[in-house]
């Protein structure tokens, strides 16, 4: 198994792009999201899905999208990057949901390095 | 709002026992976690604790929870180089499918 990757692991964008990071799983995880990690803050959920189809906000959601038309895909759209948006990306996933009280293991990708100017 | 707080930094001898300490704010909170993150990679989660208990170990790792003081700590014994890491408290509280990250404690080996 190659685990939780993440696509591109370094971007740079100027204000105003749109880019997708990617994020692939190979463990047939129904519980996938996306974290993005800044410095003295923390990781914050953006957005995660239960299972293909179903998506929801985390705690940070504005300015990104995601859909999951497949179990293994969990594309993160930046609509218009801003530099609020500099940060690293961690997509994750389970096998089950952690509102289900879960302890399953996170997997947690390599993160994606992203630099708005 | 739910918050967890961990000091940034914590650098110890070789060999050394390392306590790195979280403290957290939603008393309804379900499961405590500590994850490590090393340089260039992801999180890896090392291991978590049910609030109804109060210690639990796992090899060189002791976790203690005190729930009055909403208080987390993770022991490292034996301290070795390849435990250089940043560690991360997390708590799953009682809004459904979030996890909240402290903002990790940068642990560094001195030899």
């Known amino acids: 198994n190659a685990g939780v990757t993440q696509t591109p692991k370094f971007q740079v964008l100027k204000t105003g792009q749109s880019m997708t990071l990617q994020c692939a799983q190979d463990m047939n995880h129904e519980y996938m999201s996306w974290y993005r990690q800044d410095p003295g803050m923390g990781l914050r959920l953006i957005h995660y899905s239960v299972g293909a189809g179903i998506t929801d906000q985390g705690e940070v959601p504005n300015g990104y999208n995601v859909s999951r038309s497949t179990t293994e895909d969990f594309p993160l759209r930046l609509l218009s990057a801003a530099p609020s948006q500099t940060s690293v990306y961690f997509c994750?996933?389970?096998?089950?949901?952690?509102?289900?009280?879960?302890?399953?293991?996170?997997?947690f990708g390599p993160g994606t390095r992203l630099t708005v100017l | 709002g739910e918050d967890v707080e961990q000091s940034l930094f914590l650098s110890v001898r070789e060999g050394d026992s390392s306590v790195i300490n979280c403290t957290y704010t939603d008393s309804s909170s379900t499961y405590l976690y500590w994850y490590k993150q090393e340089p260039g990679a992801g999180l890896q989660l090392l291991t978590y604790i049910f609030s109804n208990m109060d210690m639990k170990q796992d090899q060189r790792l002791t976790v203690l929870l005190n729930k009055k003081d909403k208080h987390l700590s993770l022991r490292i014994a034996d301290t070795q180089t390849g435990d250089s890491a940043i560690y991360f408290c997390a708590e799953m509280g009682s809004s459904a499918s979030k996890i909240i990250f402290g903002s990790g404690t940068r642990l560094s080996i001195r030899p």
């Open positions: 994750a996933s389970s096998y089950t949901s952690w509102e289900a009280g879960s302890t399953d293991t996170q997997y």
